[in-house]
């Protein structure tokens, strides 16, 4: 297995373009999370799903944010009508739920610049 | 609101060095802990994770667990200069919680020849 994938690993864009960003987890396993990161700070959780269903989003996440997993492997995130504040790594993390203990694995991210 | 604190640094330590990373977090009931690393630039990389009292050790690393302080560390013996990075701590709920980690701000280590 070659772990977490992510793509793309950079974007930019203009101020109110449409990003759409991928994220392949590790095969066997149910659960994926993005997270964002700025500089300085710890990856701040955004959204989760297990399997196909989406869980739990952050309060954090305004409207303009949407995630799905349609068949509980890849996972897309889309930001509409991007603001400079959105400019972040966007991290994609996977983990398998159905044993004793639970434990996240990163992507390599994403980094999204938004001019 | 749950927190998990740690000093953001810089640590810098000399090569060879044991290098000693800190961090509190408030949830009692917390009890799934992780260390990760992160070079500037890159994603988080898992090093180590503990879930009892007590220590863990993993070639260089030690993680080192006190529930009733609410207090994990992370030890690092012959540090290198490759090991200067962030590291992150992480902390989750038991099974049945949230599922969703918390993590705090990162301690930035520098470990000079």
């Known amino acids: 297995d070659t772990g977490v994938s992510q793509n793309p690993r950079h974007k930019i864009t203009k101020r109110g373009q449409n990003v759409t960003f991928r994220c392949d987890p590790i095969?066997?396993?149910?659960?994926l999370y993005w997270y964002r990161q700025t500089l300085g700070q710890g990856p701040e959780f955004l959204t989760y799903?297990?399997?196909?269903?989406?869980?739990?989003k952050s309060r954090l996440l305004s409207d303009r944010f949407s995630a799905e997993r349609p068949k509980g492997s890849f996972s897309t995130l889309e930001i509409q009508r991007t603001e400079q504040g959105d400019s972040a790594m966007y991290l994609c993390?996977?983990?398998?739920?159905?044993?004793?203990?639970?434990?996240?694995?990163f992507g390599p991210g994403t980094r999204l610049l938004v001019l | 609101q749950k927190e998990v604190e740690q000093n953001s640094g810089p640590l810098s330590v000399p090569e060879g060095a044991i290098a000693s990373l800190n961090c509190t977090y408030s949830?009692?009931?917390?009890?799934?802990f992780f260390w990760y690393r992160q070079y500037s630039g890159k994603s988080p990389e898992l090093i180590m994770s503990?879930?009892?009292?007590g220590d863990k050790e993993d070639g260089r690393f030690t993680a080192q667990l006190n529930k009733a302080s609410q207090y994990v560390s992370l030890l690092i013996r012959d540090s290198q200069p490759s090991d200067s990075a962030t590291y992150l701590c992480?902390?989750?709920?038991?099974?049945?919680?949230?599922?969703?980690?918390?993590f705090g701000r990162g301690t930035s280590l520098i470990v000079h020849p």
């Open positions: 095969s066997e396993h149910n659960r």
């Open positions: 949830d009692r009931g917390s009890q799934s």
């Open positions: 993390a996977s983990s398998d739920s159905t044993g004793i203990q639970e434990t996240q694995y």
């Open positions: 799903f297990q399997n196909e269903a989406q869980l739990e």
């Open positions: 992480a902390v989750n709920d038991p099974p049945g919680g949230s599922y969703i980690p918390t």
């Open positions: 503990i879930y009892s009292n």
